[in-house]
């Protein structure tokens, strides 16, 4: 059986322990239960399944029934606490700690320079930008950003997208994009792409009045939808992103930095069709 730190759900470990111990010898749900002290004979089988959740005083007594112990039982406590988490504060929390763990032991299981791209602004505006100004210093770069940002965090941030694979370093103060783009687990990404969209979505709010209008395109529209309606919406505001940054790829004389935010949201609940006689 594989390693717990290549895991990122409590209950596919449980599943995958389950299943081994079976193929191994006898061993049952009911004898699972028992180790972990439960007295349902199936509720760590419906904990798997998902229709139940492992609670936090349960977690010690089912990592010891697995044999989990030292920095095994506290990853998978940091999975119990992911997998149950209702907050982003508290999924990324989890997150990190497994990161650290999982370094600390030398395996990689979840990717922790999406959070740290995601977490500003900076980042993403500042590695498009950098290439426009090889031989610029920090200070350069940080003038030209519209939002505040010091010097010293562009030296940070330069550092940071050469160290990760998002910038390569070409010569003194010149920078080049790479291919790479921001990959990371399934769990982690969501979670740090909420926090980008929340602060892009906020410098949009302040774009309205600090820009004019030959600088900057606001537009939307207010419509009633069913959900085949919204699908489509959905694909064809994604392929239209790709072909804005198709367009954008075709130049090579870029001299500015702009972000465009698509946004499609619920303004009232769902309006349950009345029967009519």
Known sequence: MKSILEYKDYRAYMQDYYDYRKSHGAFSWREFCKLAGFSSPNFLKLVCTGQSSLSKIK???????????????????????????????????????MEKIALEHKVRVVD??????????????????????PGARPRDIAEECKEYVSAEEVRDILAFLVKAGFLKKDGDKIYSQTEQTVIGSKESIPIAIRAMHKEMGSMAVRAVDRYSANERFITGATLGVCKDAYDRIVEEVSNCCKKVVAIANEYKDLNQVYRINFQLFPCTGKVKEEKHV
């Not at 007594?61 to 988490?85: I, R, W």
């Not at 740290?116 to 950098?130: C, D, G, M």
């Open 59 to 97: 977690i010690t007594p089912v990592a010891k029934a697995m044999g989990l112990v030292g920095y095994e039982s506290e990853y998978f406590k940091q999975l119990v606490l992911f997998g149950n988490a209702e907050t982003d504060s508290t999924k990324k929390a989890a997150l990190l700690e």
């Open 112 to 133: 922790a320079d999406a959070f740290q791209y995601y977490e500003s602004w900076k980042y993403p505006v500042i590695r498009e930008l950098a290439p426009m100004m």
